[in-house]
Structure formats: C-alpha cells, structure tokens
C-alpha cells in the first residue's frame, strides 16, 4: 500500500512540474534553453505541424530534463550538447509517450547508450543518432540499445561511431545489437561516413533486418560490395557513392544478379568513386552493359585512373580503349579487352615491345646476379676464418627454438624447452 501511494505521488509531483510552463511552452525543467509547441516538422517534409520539443545548441550537459518532457510530445530535438552517456531511463516511465514518433538526438557527443535507455518508446518511427562519438565495442554498451523500438523504420547513424576503433570491431558488435532489439520493422538504415573500409569479415551484418529497403553505406572506404544481401527479401536500393571502389569484383556482380531474378526493382547507386580503366575493368565494363541491375547513372562514371592515359578523365560512355599496363608481364596482357561500342583486335605490337624489354631486363640481372654471387664466394674463401667467427655466435641464436603464448591480444616469446 505505501509503495503504491509513492508512485502516485511522484506520478502527481512529475505531473505538477510539468503544468508548470514558461514562456517557451515548455517545463520549467527545460530553463527556458529550448522550445515547446506546435511546428512543422522536418521529418516529414513540413507536410504537417507536429507537437515539437526543441532543444537545439542548449548547451545541456545533462539529459535529466527529458524526464519532465511533455507526454503529448510527437518531435524530440536534442541536438548540439554534450552528453557524453545517455542515461537509464531517459524519459518518464510512467507516461506512455503514445504520440512520440521521432526522436533526433543528433551531434550530443554521445559515447555510450545503455540498455535501459529508452523505454515507452514503441511508436517511435524515426531514430537519428547521426554525428556522435558512440562506442559500441566497450562493456558499458549494451546489445539491447534500441529493443524497445518496436516499429522503428528509419534508423540514421550517420557519422555516429568513435574513430578511435576499427569498422571491423564495431561492426561484430552492430550485428549483435541488431540480434538483440529486434528490429523486424526497420527500413532505412543510413551508416555514412563511418571509415567503413570492410564488411567482408561480417557479411551476414544487415540479415538481422529482414524488412529492410534501402541500405545508406556511402561516404566510407568500401572497397568492394561484401556483405550478403541475399537475406534482404525487400531490399531495393544500395548506396555506395563515394567510396573506393576501382570497379566491382565478380562475385559481387553475380550476388547482384542472383539477387535480381527475385527482386528487379533493385537499385544501386556507385557515384563519384575511384574507377580505373584498364583491361582489369572488362568484367566490370561488360556487366555494366548486361546486367538486369538498376545501376544509377553509370554511363556517367568518370575514370579516375586508367590506360592509356588517354582514359583518365573520360566518362565510361567515352571510353573505347582498355588494356593492360605496360608494367604487367606479357601473359597478363594477352587478355584482349574490347571496346564497348565495338570489337578490335588486342595491340600485338604492344605485347611484343613489353616481351623484348623483359627479355633483356631478365639478361642483365642475372649477369648481376652471377657476379655478385662469385664475389662474396671469393671474399668468404679468403676470410673463412674470421668469418666463422661472426657467424657461429648469431646461428646458434636462430636455431633455437621459440614458441608463442598469447598474452592480452599480444603475443610474446617464450623458450620451449624440448
């Protein structure tokens, strides 16, 4: 009876609080920094004026004032402080929050988000987290992060996780927050500007979402499409512009062309990265041509490397020359690579130049080599002695045998006594 009474009467004490509104709509908790009322919401191209909570460059420190947060509320914006862990409990739990459908918590500073952060947050649609610092991979983040957001459908991490640690290690522990909340209803999932250089090693990353529709990865390192999409039954478009891909490897092309037989609206936007075009690129070049794949606008791809030089600068649309470096030795360059308007005959010409010029590379250095090698034969002869004496002590070092022990990640030598 006296723990009902004391939930009721904090309830009636929140409740008081909040009636109590200053100038700028909002509870007296929120210090006249931020702004309540009625507005249009960028969320939803200002189609409709929502009930907004604006708490924009405030200069909190603190997040305690989102308990007093009007329950009514349909917009959070708390952008622009600095609030380096997200608290438990972020909102009052004993209002329903039933109206909130968008909550943008963008460039806070934001380290860690625990599990018991949000709660009362089932009809949030839209989450932004973009521009923050978050760590994922240390014991204060927890897996259960955003799992009580049971219809979120855009989730924005934009630029949202520390530089201080690989893509590679927070993205194992991306997978397992994404196992962890459940995100069945989820659409959009924006992860630019994260120095992703790699996925390869956690390719099954994103088939926790099986409703997902468009994956935003551009503005990373990406080097290659290397993660599975075959476990994506609604995906419909892939943004990897602005990344380093030379050109697309083939399995990557055959994931996309197996992935279109079920889903033909794919699309693929490959913009504004580094593409070279050599005779490498045929593959690439020819697929472009053939396949089903919505690939965006890629006759206006620019060559940012390739050979002839004559290539670099031209669009794909006016490239009608590939081959192979002169470097390449002459069974590399053999593979003719066809123009894409038309068919020519590889530069036999070429490929005899580059035969003649390894030819004679090959004849002088291995008369160096000869030479060199008689050399020392000759100066070992005549000092074997003293030779035998800088020699025994280090040989005797290297025949040892050494074993590994692994010690914190790091791996330090240790005898092994046989």
């Known amino acids: 009876m006296m723990i009902k009474f004391l939930v009721i009467s904090v309830a009636l004490l929140l409740a008081a609080c909040e009636a109590l509104l200053d100038e700028t709509g909002c509870p007296d908790a929120f210090k006249k920094r931020c702004h309540c009322g009625m507005a249009f919401s960028i969320y939803d191209s200002f189609k409709e004026k929502k009930f907004t909570v604006n708490c924009t460059n405030t200069g909190f420190t603190s997040a305690e004032m989102l308990t007093f947060l009007p329950e009514h509320t349909e917009v959070l914006i708390f952008t622009g402080n600095t609030i380096e862990t997200l608290p438990a409990n972020i909102l009052d739990n004993f209002k329903e929050y039933e109206n909130l459908e968008t909550i943008d918590m963008s460039n806070n500073h934001i380290r860690f988000v625990q599990g018991k952060t949000f709660h009362k947050v089932y009809n949030v649609r839209t989450l932004i987290l973009n521009h923050n610092d978050m760590d994922i991979t240390e014991e204060k983040a927890r897996p259960r992060i955003f799992s009580n957001f049971e219809n979120l459908e855009r989730l924005h991490l934009t630029n949202a996780f520390t530089e201080k640690v690989n893509a590679s290690e927070y993205l194992l522990n991306l997978e397992d927050i994404f196992y962890e909340s459940d995100l069945e209803c989820l ?34 390192r990406l080097k290659d499409l290397d993660f599975r999409i075959d476990c994506l039954p609604n995906l419909r478009y892939i943004d990897l512009e602005r990344n380093m891909i030379s050109r697309l490897s083939k399995p990557a092309m055959s994931k996309l062309d197996n992935f279109t037989k079920s889903n033909p609206k794919l699309q693929v936007k490959l913009s504004d990265n580094p593409f070279n075009c050599d005779c490498r690129a045929y593959d690439f070049y020819h697929w472009l041509k053939s396949t089903k794949v919505d690939v965006m606008q890629w006759e206006d791809f620019d060559c940012i490397d390739g050979y002839p030089q004559e290539n670099v600068g031209l669009t794909f649309t006016e490239v009608h020359d590939l081959r192979c470096p002169e470097s390449k030795t002459p069974n590399s360059v053999k593979k003719h690579v066809p123009d894409l308007g038309s068919s020519y005959q590889y530069s036999k010409e070429s490929s005899e130049h580059i035969a003649r010029h390894s030819s ?52 330090t030598p240790q005898e092994v006594n046989v």
């Not at 992703?196 to 994956?215: R, T, Y």
């Not at 008689?374 to 020699?391: C, D, N």
């Open 187 to 220: 659409k959009v999932l924006h992860l630019e500007q994260n120095e992703i250089w790699s996925i390869g090693n956690n390719e099954k990353v994103f088939c926790q979402l099986p409703d997902l529709e468009q994956l935003l990865l551009g503005d990373n």
């Open 360 to 411: 004679v590379t090959i004849g002088v250095l291995a008369f160096f080599l000869v030479f060199t090698t008689s050399m020392l034969l000759a100066v070992a002869y005549f000092q074997r002695k003293k030779m035998k004496g800088i020699i025994m002590p280090y040989w005797d070092f290297i025949t040892r045998k050494i074993g590994y022990v692994g010690i914190s990640n790091e791996e």
